[in-house]
């Protein structure tokens, strides 16, 4: 038999009697197991999650499910097609033996499997004080069981709502309050909302938007504490100026951590920024030797990017954890020279404040940005940010017609201030500095993060939603 009749053979023998895991229910498993049969692999397949239901969907947390239209409960993802797998849900992997190849479970099982896929995503992060965080009234939001009680508690309704940060899902949050007619203050570290995830320009605009919705907004300042009554149910917020908030809800918007824990001593290059894989999800170890058996995908994957001088992204954006677990999902049952890379250009999405807010690109990556279309007046434009003279991302708000048109000029290192589309330009197109944060300046850090080799580098992430 040929070399490649033998390679071929053990391709065919692996797809039929192969031991698949997948640690991570969400939609990155669920469209990676999808894949995996799409692909023709008919072997085991194991899915295990920590929470007890299926895959749902996380974008309506924010928006519908918050507003009453949706109840929680009803958001579960379609199927694309059947899966045929051992679902091990309610039950968290509790740490990864290379050697013997197998998962652990919090119960003591152990999963073997012969190829593995971590998209174990990210939780949301719990305000610090656990006393506090504790108190009745006090919320986060990333799980249906989050958006749930925080619905429910909205519509009671409270007399006033504290959001703490001001990030794309703290502003939801917001948008939603402010349409539900509910007093709503906003604490932000940073100078304005949005700011470490579109600049301190467009946070200005974002902010001046909040306050025109009536959204009482407090930027530089911290919550130095919660305060609860006799009965245990939060009272009020005393800020780091001195100053107190009475309120009977407060939502902790303090972005997200990503679920590593278990990975702990399993000599993969796993930290705070996500684990680390290559373009094509193969993980790396902690010496940055490719490995040939476990595969990353999701908002827990970190892998250079072309477009980006090949530093490490971590893309918490629903098109990455689709199309970043089909490639993985694709590569776990194929060889060289047929792995398929994984080249996403982010993207990301917010409805707020009666606004589509979308993006393009890495706008932290940049460190200009230039008015390209639009009234920012009428709240109707599209801007572009750049870096030495190139174009690397693009934000619109209400505009996103034109966000294909930014795109390819991405994808093509385009010039950055970039050719005018023909029509619909603001009177002054001068390129103005995008006011990102300083590297350890206090502000919710921004989903899809630029995260180079140095955790101490500035973060770039974008949280339009829970997912």
Known sequence: MTVPATVAELVRKFRANGRIVIVGAS????????????????????????????????????KQVLKGWVPADHTKLPRLREVNAQWRLGVTATGLDRIAKQVRLADGEQIPYDRLLIATG??????????EAALDGVYSLRSRDDA????????TPPSRVVVIG?????????????????????????????????????????????????????CGLGVSSLEGDAGGHVRRAHLSDGTTI??????????????????????????????????????????GVVTDSIYVAGDVARAPHVLYEYQFLAMEHWDNAVLGAEAAAHNMVNLEPHYRPHLLLPGFWSGQFGL?????????????????QGSVKERHFAAAYGRRGR?????????????????????????????????????????????FPQPGVPTALPDVVLTGHDPGERGAEFRPRPR
Request: proline share 9%.
């Open 166 to 218: 001001a990030g794309f899902i703290g502003s939801e949050v917001t948008s939603v309050c402010r349409e539900l007619d509910l007093p709503v203050t906003v604490v932000e570290r940073g100078s304005a909302p949005l700011v470490g995830a579109l600049g301190g320009v467009i946070g200005e605009i974002a902010a001046e938007i909040q306050r025109d919705h009536g959204v009482d907004l407090r």
């Open 122 to 131: 990210t939780r949301a992060r719990q305000w610090p004080n656990p006393e």
């Open 356 to 372: 589509n807010i979308k993006s393009v690109g890495v706008p932290p990556f940049g460190d200009e940005i230039v008015f390209t």
């Open 391 to 435: 174009i690397v991302a693009a934000v619109t708000f209400d505009h996103g017609k034109w966000l294909e048109y930014y795109g390819k000029l991405i994808e093509q290192s385009g010039p950055f201030p970039p050719p005018p589309p023909g029509w619909d330009q603001p009177p002054d197109m001068k390129p103005v500095p995008a006011e």
């Open 27 to 62: 939609l990155a498993g669920l469209r990676a197991a999808e894949a995996l049969r799409q692909e023709g692999f008919t072997g085991s397949l194991t899915i295990i999650g920590d929470e007890p239901y299926e895959p749902y969907d996380r974008p309506p947390l924010s």
């Open 246 to 287: 009475d309120a009977d809800v407060v939502v902790a918007s303090l972005g997200s951590i990503r679920n590593v824990e278990w990975l702990e001593g399993a000599g993969l290059a796993s930290g705070f920024w996500g684990v680390g894989c290559d373009a094509g999800g193969r993980a790396f170890d902690i010496n």
């Open 148 to 155: 749930a009680q925080l619905q429910e508690a909205l519509a």
